[in-house]
């Protein structure tokens, strides 16, 4: 495997885990398709039927793990391999950091109303933002089909810009934390640096004071 994570463990392993939890907490039913051959190939990492655990599926997402940089149409395209090897509605590309997002294609927001980009990084230990990407798939395949009786897709709808505003706060925030946080080493290396200078002059003071003793 090309995908890997810091510690070894293949990306797409810790990416099903995480899509497993959040679907289990749904009723939905999660699986690792990623060796298996769907219709004409192998794309796709991870299959979720939704309310599959209770009986026939409303609808299906497929995840498609990487943790390698490809461009927007060598992504777009293969979610639309993805989508139609595993028979599902909605795909989301998921990656462990911003720098391996395609080019033009910000986190979290659709494309074509059925494809989605997210970060998730494994090493974080924060699934939010997939968390945000699978409600986000999954609200946009039942206002699609239909598939759940006495929805209000208005107020649906709403929510999710709701919940869109909010991770945009989130990543906001996280960012200017990532830049206090460089800022702040960055001073402590100055401290360390004066710290060093005066514990030079202290050792110069000692041998200044061991030589008028001598």
Same mark, same amino acid.
């Given at each position: 495997?090309?995908? @890997?994570?810091?510690?070894?463990?293949?990306?797409?392993?810790?990416?099903?885990?995480? /899509?497993?939890?959040?679907?289990?907490?749904?009723?939905?039913?999660?699986? !690792? &398709?990623?060796?298996?051959?769907?219709? #004409? #190939?192998? %794309?796709?990492?991870?299959? &979720?039927?939704?309310?599959?655990?209770?009986?026939?599926?409303?609808?299906?997402?497929?995840?498609?793990? %990487?943790?390698?940089?490809?461009?927007?149409?060598?992504?777009?395209? *293969?979610?639309?391999?993805?989508?139609?090897?595993?028979?599902?509605?909605? !795909? &989301?590309?998921?990656?462990?950091?911003?720098?391996?997002?395609?080019?033009?294609?910000?986190?979290?927001?659709?494309?074509?109303?059925? %494809?989605?980009?997210?970060?998730?990084?494994?090493?974080?230990?924060?699934?939010?933002?997939?968390?945000?990407?699978? @409600?986000? !798939?999954? !609200?946009?395949?039942? +206002?699609? %089909?239909?598939?759940?009786?006495?929805?209000?897709?208005?107020?649906?709808?709403?929510?999710? *810009?709701?919940?869109?505003?909010?991770?945009?706060?989130?990543?906001?925030?996280?960012?200017?934390?990532?830049?206090?946080? #460089?800022?702040? *080493?960055?001073?402590?290396?100055?401290?360390?640096?004066?710290? *060093?200078? /005066?514990?030079?002059?202290?050792?110069?003071?000692?041998? +200044? /004071?061991?030589?008028?003793?001598?």
């Amino acid at each position: 495997h090309e995908r @890997s994570t810091a510690k070894g463990r293949p990306y797409e392993e810790a990416v099903f885990e995480a /899509v497993n939890a959040i679907a289990a907490a749904q009723g939905d039913d999660c699986d !690792a &398709v990623g060796d298996l051959r769907g219709a #004409g #190939g192998r %794309k796709g990492d991870v299959v &979720v039927d939704l309310d599959g655990c209770a009986g026939r599926p409303r609808g299906r997402i497929v995840f498609e793990a %990487k943790n390698s940089r490809r461009s927007r149409n060598e992504a777009l395209a *293969e979610l639309d391999e993805a989508m139609n090897q595993r028979a599902a509605d909605y !795909a &989301v590309w998921v990656v462990p950091s911003e720098d391996k997002l395609p080019a033009r294609a910000p986190a979290l927001r659709e494309v074509n109303g059925d %494809k989605l980009f997210v970060v998730f990084d494994p090493e974080e230990g924060s699934r939010l933002a997939l968390e945000v990407a699978y @409600s986000l !798939a999954r !609200a946009r395949i039942l +206002m699609t %089909k239909g598939g759940a009786d006495g929805l209000d897709a208005s107020a649906l709808r709403a929510e999710v *810009e709701r919940a869109m505003v909010a991770m945009e706060d989130v990543r906001r925030i996280k960012s200017q934390l990532t830049s206090a946080a #460089g800022q702040i *080493e960055d001073v402590r290396a100055i401290v360390d640096g004066m710290a *060093e200078r /005066v514990r030079g002059h202290l050792a110069q003071i000692d041998a +200044m /004071v061991a030589a008028a003793g001598d």
